[in-house]
Every structure is written in C-alpha cells, then in structure tokens.
Nanobody
Framework: QVQLEESGGGLVQPGGSLRLSCAAS????????MGWFRQGPGKEREFVAT???????DYADSVKERFTISRDNAKNTVYLQMNSLKPEDTAVYYC????????????WGQGTQVTVSS
C-alpha cells in the first residue's frame, strides 16, 4: 500500500551536513508515524529518529543535537537533516512508516547510502 523512496544520500566529509528526503505515495500520509533507521557495515539496523502524526519527535542518543527529523504533510515527505556528521554515521539510511496503533513499522523504503569520510 504505502510506497517510500529515499533520496539525498552521498559522500560527505566529517563535520559536514546532508539532508535526506523520503517521499510517500500514501494520500493519508499525515496520519502515519514516520521513522528513520540506518544499517552500517557489519551492523544490525538501528533506530535513528521518529516523528508522529502529532509532530512529537524522538531520537537515538547517538544523534541527538545533531540530527533533526521533520515532515511536510502537504508534500507527503519526511526529512532528516544531519549535521556534524561523523564517520560512525556511515550507513544505508531507510525511512519507514506505520500507523500509530501498530507496534512495528510495516512499510520501508529501499534505502540511500550515506558515507562520511575524509
């Protein structure tokens, strides 16, 4: 039902910034909780940030004060602004969606690569 597509990844130097975007096909996008996850080399997928339909946000401790999640319901798009990037942030970043009553994220994009290196 819900199709998600990430964009905005690339190569950036440590300390640099990137903004990721995730476009959703769902016309009722505004009622979904949206999240960003990432999977680094040799690691399991981990939570990065989430934003609920109410606008409430939550972040992993590793990205607090550096990353900001936001959404534009009129454009059916969620963003992840990433500042002060570190090599440890290198990963494939995925956006995901779920209804607020769901215990897990049901819809996933195919990911966008972020590489932080000198």
């Amino acid at each position: 039902q819900v199709q998600l597509e990430e964009s905005g990844g690339g190569l950036v130097q440590p300390g640099g910034s990137l903004r990721l975007s995730c476009a959703a096909s769902e016309r009722t996008f505004g009622v979904y909780t949206m999240g960003w996850f990432r999977q680094g080399p040799g690691k399991e997928r981990e939570f990065v940030a989430t934003i609920r339909s109410s606008g409430r946000t939550d972040y992993a401790d590793s990205v607090k004060e550096r990353f900001t999640i936001s959404r534009d319901n009129a454009k059916n798009t969620v963003y992840l602004q990433m500042n002060s990037l570190k090599p440890e942030d290198t990963a494939v970043y995925y956006c995901a969606a779920k209804l607020g009553i769901s215990s897990s994220y049901n819809y996933w994009g195919q990911g966008t690569q972020v590489t932080v290196s000198s």
